[in-house]
């Protein structure tokens, strides 16, 4: 059954033919009766109507997750494996239409999401390959005795995903706890969920009942999948007071938590790099090409005095390339935000700063050329001398939004960037080896980058420390922190009838 169709910039695209709560291999009506409409940020216009699930529904599905978990684990790793590498296959088939789907419906230029679809396809072949090495340990006893360790699944983990890269995060969060043996509950996000219904479609068959569920839904369901009795781990990617209550609601079953969470991330850029290559690489950092909507972006840029200058003005050149238009558009170099709702709470921080004497050097405004009418749109916005006590250093306004801040004592400097209770990423800008690596001991970020920015590497683990998250993704220690560790212990004395 195909869905309907949808004219885009890029020519028409297939919706889902499901709305529903996917569970025990099928599609079903939310229990609730509720239904969500989801808008196009690009146009603003309704594209379908999809469901909200709530308590009943997650409550169904995770009973299912957990008799799908019994056969699953049951399942030989390398027939494991052959399955996610199906997977991957499927999206890969389909990446077109799943990438013109998620930016119609989140925003992101089309141009970045078929990106998305091979990013996501490599990590189920990344953890497809690594499903042998959950391995245990034999501990020494003597002569008499055998004691070994073993990894098995934790049993049911529900992810809850966000909206900046819906398919990525659907897809791409499946693959390690399917690999270590789970069932996998995702929870797309409420704003954007077209992409993870349309993969639900093309990836179902390939799994056994109650293997994988999709359940459609907002804070009703988030908070339910926290709560069930019969969801082991919850994982979540999205903000800072979301993460608390998720862990709050696993509290009270002593659930572990996975949580990847957010981050007003440092870029440092030191007196002897070149201004070109910094205010490039501190653009590149801000992520403009989806309004600033990353977790990882460098949204707070500390600049030598003795370059800084120089740097605030390239950096306004180098924003000219990012241009707001149609996400569905190939030649889009910057998209819409996820909502008109958040476009006005950015745009009113916006006008806040300026009102109250902040330095705008580049954007600033909502853009009413070039952009589809009804679209939720803002230019990429530079603030220069911003004190590092602003506002605009210190709060995650999770759009367009970049300030500048110039330095000239390397301990204050430091001593601001680590003044936020926050600690995802950082980047360093430098030509001295030394300074690199000291600096890089001294940042408290889970994830650091020299002379780079922005890039995620496969193997390498990705998440914050302090309050921008738990947990590691994108490597091995992903897959075992969807794992528990069991002891064997073996008494060979003779127990037999002599």
Request: charged share 20%.
């Amino acid at each position: 059954m195909a869905g309907k169709t949808h004219k885009t910039a890029s020519g028409d695209v297939q919706l889902p033919a499901n709305n529903g709560v996917y569970y025990d291999g099928g599609w079903h009506a939310p229990v609730s009766e509720r239904w969500t409409d989801v808008a196009a940020p690009g146009t603003g216009e309704r594209l379908m109507a999809v469901a909200d699930a709530g308590a009943e529904d997650v409550a169904r599905a995770a009973s299912a997750a957990r008799n799908g978990a019994r056969a699953w684990r049951r399942t030989a790793p390398l027939a494991r494996a052959a399955t996610l590498r199906k997977m991957a296959q499927r999206l890969r088939e389909n990446a077109r239409e799943l990438a013109l789907l998620d930016a119609l419906d989140c925003g992101n230029p089309v141009s970045e999401m078929g990106s998305d679809v091979m990013v996501a396809a490599a990590l189920l072949d990344f953890f497809a390959g690594l499903v042998t090495e959950l391995k245990g340990d034999t501990i020494p006893m003597g002569h008499d005795a055998l004691d070994y360790t073993e990894r098995e699944p934790v049993g049911v983990v529900a992810r809850i995903v966000a909206y900046n890269h819906p398919l990525l995060f659907a897809m791409g969060k499946l693959a390690a706890p399917l690999a270590a043996g789970n069932a996998v509950i995702i929870k797309p996000p409420v704003q954007a969920p077209l992409s993870a219904l349309r993969c639900a479609e093309l990836i179902g068959d390939l799994l056994p009942p109650g293997v994988f569920s999709l359940v459609p839904g907002g804070a009703d369901a988030g908070a339910a999948l926290a709560a069930s009795p019969d969801v082991d781990m919850i994982g979540l990617v999205g903000s800072i007071p979301t993460g608390r209550r998720v862990m709050q609601a696993a509290a009270a079953r002593l659930k572990p938590v996975a949580l990847e969470l957010g981050g007003k991330n440092a870029f440092i850029a030191c007196p002897d790099v070149a201004p070109s290559l910094a205010a490039r690489a501190i653009v590149d950092g801000m992520n403009f090409t989806w309004c600033g909507q990353s977790c990882g972006s460098t949204s707070r840029a500390f600049v030598h005095r003795s370059i800084y200058e120089e740097v605030c003005a390239q950096v306004v050149q180098a924003c000219a390339a990012f241009v707001p238009g149609d996400p569905t558009d190939p030649a889009t170099t910057m998209g819409a935000m996820i909502s008109r709702e958040h476009r006005d709470r950015v745009k009113q921080a916006i006008d806040t700063a300026v009102a109250q004497g902040a330095r705008l050097i580049a954007g600033g405004g909502v853009p009413r050329e070039g952009v589809p009418a009804g679209g939720f749109y803002l230019e990429p916005t530079v603030f220069a001398d911003v004190s590092a006590a602003s506002p605009l250093a210190t709060e995650e306004f999770f759009g367009p939004v970049l300030a500048l801040i110039p330095w000239d004592d390397e301990q204050e400097m430091l001593s601001a960037v680590h003044s936020l209770d926050v600690g995802l990423t950082a980047a360093i800008w430098t030509a001295d080896l030394a300074r690199a690596h000291r600096l890089a001991r001294e940042i408290d970020a889970g994830f650091v980058w020299v002379n780079e920015v922005g890039k995620h590497f496969l193997g390498a683990p990705y998440g914050g420390v302090k309050q921008s998250g738990i947990g590691r993704d994108e490597c091995i220690g992903e897959m075992i922190s969807f794992t528990r560790e069991k002891n064997v212990h073996i008494n060979f004395r003779p127990v037999s009838p002599t």
